[in-house]
């Protein structure tokens, strides 16, 4: 499947932004749609993720209760609403989509594709 991510952008410390991730082709093949961020000198993250047929949600710790996650299945997207954001959220956002089992859907090797990433920055 192809992922095509979109919606960084600057913001200031405390605002909001949307990002998008659109699947297409074989969008069949994977289960859970998933966000990884990547910030300058840091190994990539796991952010959240969301299960395909039950709309289960997971979240790192780090963004619960700020970031969201969601889908629109008639667009094969996926959405993640980041609010109260910090400068430590800044990083480039990468969606992935895979077939992750419970002990892989906060992992890298869960997914299988992934999209280019988005940069976010959030300014102090």
């Known amino acids: 499947v192809q992922l095509q991510a979109s919606g960084g952008g600057l913001v200031q410390a405390g605002g909001s932004l949307r990002l998008s991730c659109a699947a297409s082709g074989s969008s069949s093949s994977i289960n859970a749609m998933g966000w990884f961020r990547q910030a300058p000198g840091k190994e990539r993250e796991f952010v959240s993720a969301l299960r395909w047929t039950l709309g289960t949600t997971y979240y790192a710790d780090s963004v619960k209760g700020r970031f969201a996650i969601s889908r629109d299945n008639t667009k094969n997207t996926v959405y993640l609403q980041m609010n109260s954001l910090k400068p430590e959220d800044t990083a480039v956002y990468y969606c992935?989509?895979?077939?992750?089992?419970?002990?892989?859907?906060?992992?890298?090797?869960?997914?299988?594709?992934w999209g280019q990433g988005t940069l976010v920055t959030v300014s102090s």
């Open positions: 992935a989509g895979g077939r992750p089992i419970v002990s892989t859907i906060r992992r890298e090797v869960g997914y299988s594709d």
